[in-house]
């Protein structure tokens, strides 16, 4: 039993040590093969960098523009006048209610005074209105919601509270915001789903010829007895390495890209465009960036090798 027993770790033991020379083979050859095959490696880098910049950079512009649109979106809030016969106290209980209907997120009480201070603020002459007074003004609410496609809807919802007079909602601001955010997704989606196809196309085709080039080896190796699996595997761990070194250098010249536009933007002063942190998308961009070049690299090698291998 004792010799049964050193018997199977021994074979345990030597076949990780098997596995282990045989992946340290298949990434050396794959490594080898990259500076062999060197102008046609870096023009898979090289491709992989351009199209991930170019889908990264119209993935990036659609993200700044609807977070713009969203900004806009949380100006656009709904007026609630309260009933002039309601108390200061009981209006500001109007609160609670508010804020417990569909689609509001908040509601900020303003009392007279604030409201006549909001009006006279519109000019620049207030002697003008020196005989305005607070009474003239209702106290009201502005409410702001969540989805500004549903204001229609909120703002008679609001009507119906008890001690709410009037509302007022400018829906063709709203529509019009959810028309360019719409607009602006649809098409972004559209350019982005096109760019990945284009470049999915052009990086198999490379590829395909780098592999081309060499199928004369394949074949060689091939007759000699070589598995297509001992065969495949340098080619996917080069593949893999082009994917993500293509993928990398990508994240980090967009990023570079990205921190000069935002500055560049920073001393113009443009105070009507913000640009969101690239800290805000960098996570999931580089895991989409990480998730095409290993699809790339290892999906097309794996792809383009298997025409070669039935000989």
Request: proline share 2%.
């Amino acid at each position: 039993m004792a010799d049964e027993s050193s018997a199977t770790e021994w074979m345990g033991i030597t076949t990780m040590k098997l596995s282990r020379n045989r992946t340290g083979y298949y990434i050396k050859e794959g490594v080898v093969s990259i500076f062999t095959h060197s102008l046609m490696s870096f023009a898979s880098v090289c491709i992989i960098i351009a199209f991930l910049i170019i889908m990264g950079s119209f993935a990036l512009l659609a993200l700044n523009i609807n977070a713009l649109v969203g900004e806009l979106e949380n100006e656009n809030i709904i007026l609630a006048y309260v009933d002039e016969n309601l108390s200061e106290q009981d209006a500001r209980e109007l609160r609670s209610e508010l804020r417990s209907t569909p689609n509001v997120t908040n509601a900020v009480f303003i009392t007279r005074e604030a409201a006549m201070q909001n009006f006279l603020g519109r000019y620049e002459d207030t002697d003008r209105y020196d005989d305005v007074d607070p009474s003239w003004f209702r106290h009201r609410f502005a409410v702001y919601v969540e989805d500004v496609a549903l204001i229609a809807e909120t703002q008679l919802d609001i009507r119906e509270i008890y001690g709410i007079k009037r509302v007022n909602a400018n829906l063709t601001i709203a529509k019009g915001l959810v028309t360019v955010r719409n607009v602006v997704s649809g098409v972004s989606l559209v350019i982005v789903a096109v760019l990945l196809v284009i470049s999915l196309f052009i990086m198999s085709n490379t590829i395909k010829l780098a592999t081309f080039e060499r199928r004369e080896e394949i074949a060689i190796m091939k007759m000699v007895g070589a598995t297509n699996a001992f065969i495949r595997w340098p080619f996917i761990c080069e593949g893999f390495i082009l994917g993500m070194t293509g993928s990398l250098a990508a994240f980090a010249a967009i990023w570079a890209l990205y921190e000069l536009v935002a500055s560049r933007v920073i001393e113009i002063e443009a105070g009507f465009v913000s640009i969101m942190p690239f800290s805000n998308v960098s996570l999931p961009l580089i895991v989409v960036f990480v998730a095409i070049g290993f699809g790339v690299g290892v999906g097309g090698s794996g792809m383009a090798i298997n025409r070669y291998l039935n000989v």
